[in-house]
């Protein structure tokens, strides 16, 4: 049979469990891991979604530029297309260019935006210490 006085580790492991990275570390840790105040949280959560707006918004504008252009309409120009590729949109530029066939015979979009999401990507690998 188990004594428990014969072995005291035992009766610690609960105290441990939660000082050696318990739940208490996953609220104060970022999404990266990184170990800071209670704010890293919010601030990656920030940066995030900072990320999914521009590159909705990027999505967006190529698809609404297409459709002027079929309708011959005026048009976004090029260089506020790539602005906001260039600001974080670059995956939303891409599937935009995908999906919505427009752009892709140009060859600052066919080379810059995939630039652009290496950039991005090794930006974001980085900053979340990952990297």
Do not use: C
Not at 1 to 15: F, G, R
Not at 35 to 59: A, C, P, Q, V, W
């Amino acid at each position: 049979m188990y004594n428990q006085a014969e072995n005291k580790s035992a009766l610690h492991i609960p105290y441990q469990r939660y000082s050696q990275g318990g739940w208490r570390d996953t609220v104060t840790r970022g999404i990266g891991g990184r170990k800071g105040r209670g704010g890293e949280l919010m601030k990656d959560m920030y940066i995030l979604s900072y990320i999914l707006i521009i590159n909705f918004i990027t999505f967006l504008a190529f698809g609404e530029d297409k459709r002027r252009a079929r309708k011959q309409l005026w048009r976004i120009s090029e260089k506020t297309l790539m602005l906001l590729a260039a600001a974080g949109g670059s995956i939303g530029a891409a599937a935009g260019m995908r999906i919505f066939h427009h752009k892709t015979k140009k060859r600052l979009f066919r080379a810059g935006i995939p630039i652009f999401i290496i950039l991005h990507v090794f930006a974001v690998l980085v900053y979340f210490n990952q990297i």
